[in-house]
């Protein structure tokens, strides 16, 4: 840390008018502790002297890290949140809230709280808090052995170690792929071929194809542009327009102007048929390109034309404005590594054109053709490339570019051979990840979440970076060096994730692979259940089921067809408990962006098309390989819905995909039977969402569910059940409503149920209109009923936002608070059931009973989360637990443990509403409880007793005064379990929705 003096306050610094906004800045990063002068130096690329040159560093680029523990691409990954400061840094010190994110994936908030609180100073009192913060306290006191406050995901790490490993991410790249290392062909030392010495200097091509207005612009344009010897080779392909006399006119005038007629029944026509017919005919040293969509810039083309006369490569290629020296003789993989360039900055020598065969016959544009002609004369010659001044305009290369600049890019990055000839390891599982700029967290999560694997399972984690900002790249190979199971290939830039993935697949090791795209987050376990599933020789591919997020609904169960081969998700937007029968069940295709498989397959079909898009692609390799494709529904991948269908290259990919297979696999309907439904109509709906253009139009499946007399007639009757929660996305894992719906919702499955939980945001889904019954638990919304079967309304918080017309429009209403319930059957002259909270037998019953080997446990609100009161009347030998989760695992281990439990309700529930489920949680281990609530001993029994009527301190102290008797105990709890189970709550449900088909129907159930 900095030694300097210390004014009274740093904000009464900021609030000086003597300080300009600048000055207090600076002077806010110089003392606040996270200035790590060397850190910044080697950044900057040149010594830093002194903190105040530091600062002036960070205020003059935003994206430096100040620290190897602060990296603002993590703790701001956009930039938005802190906007309005002149450094992320800045924003860390200003804000508290922003000091409560992580500013490093290696650094664990708690447990930096926690490792400070445990500093100690030479009188053994903790230590003062830095005006940094926790973290600069932490940093100033940290030595090279002191373990790194890292969260549970994360190793164990000393801060030495991490630094070493932070300062080795700044210059030295993990696996750098190109085409030397990939196995590509690198330059071969051969000179080019001589051209005549009476030929022109340059032969500029032009594809001519209706281009009439803007003939005799482009000519003045080749005037200006090249030196006096130079011709023009245009080629014309049977123009609609008065192309082919405009052209006549200029050769008549000019004698360098040559023209070249294709006849379009003869040759296909294209930009690169034609390019290949102007080049044949050309006589020039050196062929450069002109495209009429975009024009060359002032001296660039001139200056391409004088270098490569002097030169001994076989081309020449111009950057603007990267500041760059020109490079000689590079080849094809150092080519790979600079931003995409035009095609007419492109130069190449006639012979070494025409040695290398000219243009490859592909299907991509003239410019993709033509850099993968570049690679080729690369590779056999070298190519120059020659910077020249100016600002690049260019706007980012779209998917189009980054398609064909990797179809030319991956016979030099990639070599097949090479990889199936090595020898795999036939026990790992290798997951190969592609991740992007605005992805990086992802990625992260999975080199710390690969720590969390099966331990059984052997996995590495190959993780392929292209084109990186900085900071993020910085973070990556950190984790790289520091995990032994993942390993960093950083690639070159403006590659398709197709070809990434393959990059991935090449360098692998294991015998089964993954293949998983940018923005994917598989579930725990996953990639090793479905590798698993491969062990039957039967399987070659395995689709993990995807969703949109946990407890989500389904994006896709692999690839569904129609009368033609656009993919759909099978069961898209279906609860994912549908997909349920079609477990290891053979699918027509996958599709989505992630898919499992053997090594070897991969390999022997060269991996993924790097043409194709996201989904399509694995459709693609599917279909190519002709292997048998199977679902695995415990394999679930969590997927933006944008990166299917509505993904921008969809459109493109399926066609091309409908191209090359125009018969589409069967089996489709046959997969939606084996799930419960009929395909009764396929309705075409675009692919891309509204505004995007009209997108191309996808058969897509309109289904039906059997007839409900046929349900009603199984034994025992099976519905179709939802069960409708107030929780919203990812945060349904938290929820305590959720997990109530889910414990409901296991329960009705071993009654043959078949149910889905939906989140807030899937109340809209369209499929909820196949389901017989509808289950809200009412929380902090109300939810409209669905014309169905049933609709039923729990009532389990919120009561008092709950009206007699909301109730009113549903079949049967239950409340978890009996005395509202009653309350309320009278007031609005409706039956509403009460029907109270409930426990999991797995987790909490009889067996658990026990003493106690802790005094008190304190089931704490969020309101009181240490439970400051408690703690205040009782003396300090008395030991005191907080349990703050909500996971059943470890409220029933605390439980276990604890002599007496304390719970006070929140205080909006403190004199009225439901009782706590985690009263009934506790009561069903036979737990000694005193709570707030009176009318709970009324319900639990004598488990129980009232905070006014027994005073805390006695009833720690002398329990057996107050309570039963263990065996009392069990006995209340095993009676309790008959009533307050979630298996007694699901049979009550059922029956309750059985006798209303009776009344309404006629028809008996399992009749």
């Known amino acids: 840390m900095v030694d300097l003096p210390r004014p009274a306050s740093l904000r009464e610094l900021r609030r000086a008018a003597t300080v300009s906004p600048s000055r207090a800045d600076r002077l806010t990063l110089v003392r606040c502790g996270l200035l790590d002068l060397e850190w910044i130096g080697e950044q900057v690329g040149h010594h830093v002297d002194g903190p105040w040159a530091a600062a002036d560093e960070l ?79 932490w940093v100033f006191h940290a030595g090279a052995s002191t373990p790194l406050p890292s969260p549970p995901a994360a190793p164990r790490l000393t801060w030495g170690r991490f630094r070493e490993a932070a300062f080795r991410a700044l210059h030295e790249p993990a696996e750098v792929v190109d085409g030397r290392r990939a196995g590509g062909a690198g330059r071969a030392a051969t000179d080019v071929p001589s051209s005549p010495g009476e030929a022109p200097l340059v032969s500029v091509l032009l594809r001519a194809t209706d281009r009439a207005p803007v003939l005799r612009e482009l000519l003045d344009q080749v005037r200006a542009e090249v030196p006096a010897s130079w011709e023009l080779v245009a080629v014309d392909e049977g123009s609609t327009d008065d192309t082919a006399s405009v052209l006549a006119g200029i050769a008549h005038h000019e004698p360098r102007v040559r023209v070249v007629s294709l006849d379009p029944a003869v040759q296909e026509p294209g930009t690169v048929a034609a390019l290949a017919a102007a080049a044949s005919a050309a006589t020039g040293a050196s062929l450069a390109v002109l495209d009429p969509d975009s024009p060359w810039r002032p001296g660039h083309l001139r200056a391409a034309v004088e270098h490569l006369t002097g030169s001994r490569s076989g081309a020449v290629v111009t950057t603007v404005g990267r500041g760059a020296p020109t490079r000689p003789s590079l080849d094809a993989g150092d080519l790979l590594h600079l931003p995409p360039a035009e095609t007419g900055l492109v130069v190449v020598r006639r012979p070494a054109y025409h040695a290398v065969g000219g243009p490859a016959a592909t299907d991509v544009s003239g410019g993709g053709a033509w850099f993968d002609l570049l690679l080729r004369v690369a590779a056999r010659y070298g190519a120059d490339v020659l910077d020249r001044p100016g600002r690049p305009e260019d706007p980012p290369p779209g998917p189009s570019l980054a398609m064909e600049r990797s179809r030319a890019a991956a016979p030099v990055l990639l070599d097949w051979d ?76 403006e590659l398709t994730t197709s070809l990434e993935l393959d990059l991935g697949l090449v360098a692998s090791t294991g015998d089964r692979v993954a293949l998983v795209r940018p923005r994917t987050r598989l579930k725990r376990g996953s990639v090793v259940r479905a590798a698993d599933v491969l062990d039957d020789p039967q399987v070659d591919l395995v689709q993990p089921l995807l969703v949109t997020h946990p407890g989500g609904a389904v994006l896709s169960a692999g690839a569904s067809f129609g009368t033609c081969t656009r993919p759909e998700g099978l069961l898209g937007g279906h609860p994912v408990a549908d997909a349920t029968p079609l477990d290891r069940r053979q699918v027509p295709a996958p599709f989505g962006p992630v898919v499992v498989a053997r090594a070897a397959l991969l390999l022997d079909a060269r991996g993924l098309d790097p043409a194709l898009p996201d989904g399509v692609a694995e459709t693609d390799l599917g279909l190519r390989t002709g292997g048998r494709v199977v679902l695995a529904t415990d394999a679930t991948a969590r997927v933006r819905a944008s990166d299917l269908t509505d993904d921008p290259g969809y459109d493109a990919g399926a066609r091309e995909l409908e191209r090359r297979h125009p018969v589409p696999p069967p089996g489709s309907d046959e997969l939606w039977r084996a799930a419960g439904f009929e395909v009764v109509a396929r309705r075409n709906r675009a692919s891309a969402p509204p505004g995007d253009g009209p997108g191309l139009l996808v058969p897509r499946a309109v289904v039906t569910a059997p007839a409900l007399r046929l349900r009603l007639a199984e034994r025992p009757p099976r519905l179709r059940w939802t069960i409708d929660t107030s929780a919203v996305g990812n945060a349904a894992d938290r929820n305590a409503g959720s997990s109530e719906a889910r414990a409901i919702a296991r329960e009705l499955e071993r009654l043959d149920q078949r149910v889905a939980v939906d989140t807030r945001d899937l109340r809209a889904r369209g499929t909820r209109d196949l389901d017989d019954v509808l289950l809200v638990l009412r929380g902090q919304d109300s939810v409209q009923p669905r014309p169905g079967l049933a609709n039923l309304l729990w009532v389990v918080g919120h009561q008092e936002q709950v009206s007699p017309s909301e109730a009113a429009g549903f079949d049967l209403v239950y409340a978890a608070d009996a005395s509202w319930a009653r309350s309320r059957s009278e007031a609005w002259g409706l039956e509403v059931q009460p029907l109270l909270p409930a426990f999991d037998q797995r987790w909490f019953d009889p067996a658990h009973t026990s003493d106690g080997t802790h005094d008190l446990l304190v089931l704490s609100n969020a309101t009181d989360p240490e439970a400051a009161h408690v703690r205040a009347v009782l003396p300090s030998d008395v030991t005191v637990t907080t349990m703050l989760g909500r996971g059943d695992k470890a409220l029933r281990q605390a439980l276990d443990s604890a002599a007496v439990v304390l719970y006070e309700h929140p205080a909006t529930r403190r004199h009225a509403g439901p009782l706590s489920s985690r009263l009934f949680r506790a009561a069903a281990t036979g737990a000694r409880i005193l709570t707030d609530r009176p009318e709970a001993r009324a319900v639990l029994g004598g488990l129980v007793h009232s905070l006014d009527e027994v005073d805390l301190l006695d009833a720690v102290r002398s329990p057996d005064r107050f309570f039963p008797a263990l065996d009392e105990r069990r006995r209340i709890a095993t009676e309790l379990a008959r009533d307050h189970s979630y298996e007694v709550r699901a049979r009550r449900l059922l029956d309750d929705v059985l006798a209303l088909v009776r009344r309404r129907t006629g028809v008996e159930p399992g009749s």
């Open 59 to 137: 205020l003059a680029d935003r994206t430096l890290s100040p620290h190897p523990l602060f990296e603002p691409a993590w703790f701001d990954p956009d930039g938005s949140a802190s906007a309005h400061h002149a450094h992320p840094l800045l924003w860390f010190l200003d804000d508290p809230q922003a000091r409560r994110r992580t500013p490093h994936p290696l650094v664990g908030v708690e447990q930096l709280y926690t490792a400070v609180e445990g500093i100690l100073d030479e009188r053994g009192n903790r230590v003062r808090v830095e005006e940094g913060g926790v973290l600069a306290t």
């Open 418 to 493: 090479a990889a199936a000839d090595r020898a795999r390891d036939p026990d790992l599982v290798s997951v190969v990840v592609a991740t992007r700029d605005d992805d990086v967290r992802t990625a992260v999560s999975w080199c710390l979440g690969i720590r969390g694997r099966p331990r059984a399972a052997r996995v590495e984690l190959v993780v392929v970076a292209g084109a990186l900002e900085p900071g993020r790249r910085r973070v990556l190979r950190t984790l790289a060096s520091l995990l032994a199971d993942v390993r960093l290939l950083e690639a070159p830039g």
